[in-house]
């Protein structure tokens, strides 16, 4: 068998920083301390600027850091999981749901949405749009889209207030035969950065559902979860969950 050459390879810069701002944070900072700027930073540990960058952007999404809008980047207090994503198939705005549902629109899907639905790209889709909030963070948002066949019952003479309601509801009478999930990293996009109080672009985790009804798609969501604060999980089941990370709490042993 031939050998192995890992220890001859020489890891990146940005790498071996991200090792020695890690020992920092635990040595010089508390939790919640803002960090100096990045130029003095950069002075400090003798890298460039954009080495620094590459370095603090992987503690953020390892959760060490947190960007803060009008504040700077801060250590980030000590994380332990509390399950935010069902281990069982169940439509959203069930009962005990922990998604808060800000409205709903009618208007065209994304092409990727209209695909995964089976719609014609040009057709409005009834769009509703959530948030998750733990003690008082925001950590998700989400936007369940519905097509109108899913919800043949809906009255067409409602308010905005009750247009979300009433289409979960229509949807909750039919029975959920089953649901996947694919999840990938991305960056926020500018709304939903605003919602997660994130600057544009941060390390954000995409989990995008199919829900499925009568043999076929009924609703597709697509969920933005902050990378810093959520992790990936498998439940007992096997299932893959979304967990948040919360300071301050103990999981039951």
Not at 19 to 24: I, K, Q, Y
Request: charge should be negative.
């Amino acid at each position: 068998m031939g050998t192995t050459q890992l220890e001859a390879v020489q890891e990146p810069k940005y790498w071996h920083l991200k090792t020695v701002l890690n020992d920092a944070l635990d040595s010089e900072f508390e939790v919640g301390e803002i960090l100096p700027n990045e130029r003095d930073l950069a002075a400090r540990f003798g890298v460039a600027r954009a080495t620094l960058r590459q370095a603090l952007e992987q503690l953020e999404l390892e959760g060490r850091l947190q960007r803060r809008r009008g504040v700077g980047t801060t250590v980030a207090p000590p994380r332990i999981g509390v399950a935010v994503g069902p281990s069982a198939n169940v439509w959203p705005g069930a009962v005990r749901d922990a998604w808060t549902t800000i409205g709903c629109v009618e208007a065209v899907a994304p092409a990727p949405i209209a695909a995964l639905l089976g719609t014609d790209p040009e057709q409005a889709v009834h769009t509703v749009r959530r948030e998750r909030v733990t003690q008082g963070q925001p950590v998700a948002t989400e936007l369940l889209y519905v097509p109108p066949a899913s919800v043949p019952g809906l009255s067409t003479l409602l308010t905005p207030a009750e247009h979300a309601p009433a289409v979960l509801d229509e949807l909750h009478s039919l029975e959920l035969e089953g649901e996947d999930r694919a999840v990938e990293l991305g960056s926020a996009r500018a709304e939903d950065a605003k919602q997660l109080d994130r600057l544009p672009g941060a390390p954000v985790l995409v989990v995008t559902t199919r829900y499925y009804a009568q043999g076929r798609v009924a609703a597709a969501s697509v969920a933005t979860y902050r990378a810093d604060t959520c992790r990936l999980t498998f439940g007992d089941s096997g299932a893959l969950e979304v967990m948040h990370e919360q300071p301050g709490r103990r999981q039951a042993s």
